[in-house]
């Protein structure tokens, strides 16, 4: 597993995750989430409903592995949405993903 995952699975035993649209959007709404995180294989309507609740809110949200990839994280069979609910691991899940990509792009 790689070290994005590794922290989005630290964040669920942690207790500062939410999975699933319904309960990402309700985070975001609350000011509890601090990162969204969208599966790259996500519906477009579900997508549009989630990245439209949090530019209203002022989130931030990337777009990172597949559902089952995400599931598999945090115990699942698949997550579509997951929201980070902490600032610092947010932060570093953030800095993971950019690195990532960066390495990519290199």
């Known amino acids: 597993m790689n070290k994005v ?3 989005i699975g630290l964040a669920k035993r942690a207790g500062r995750m939410s999975g699933g649209a319904e309960l990402c959007e309700e985070a975001v709404r609350q000011g ?5 995180i969208i599966a790259s294989d996500i519906s ?4 549009k409903a989630i990245c439209d609740c949090c530019r209203h809110y002022g989130v931030k949200y990337i777009t990172y592995a ?5 599931g598999s994280a945090v115990g699942a069979e ?3 949405v997951i929201s980070i609910n902490d600032d610092g691991l947010a932060k570093a899940i953030e800095e993971k993903i950019t690195a990532v990509s960066e390495e990519r792009k290199g």
């Open 78 to 80: 698949i997550r579509a």
């Open 44 to 47: 477009e309507n579900s997508r």
């Open 32 to 36: 509890k989430s601090r990162l969204i």
């Open 5 to 7: 995952l590794g922290l």
């Open 66 to 70: 597949t559902k089952s990839e995400l």
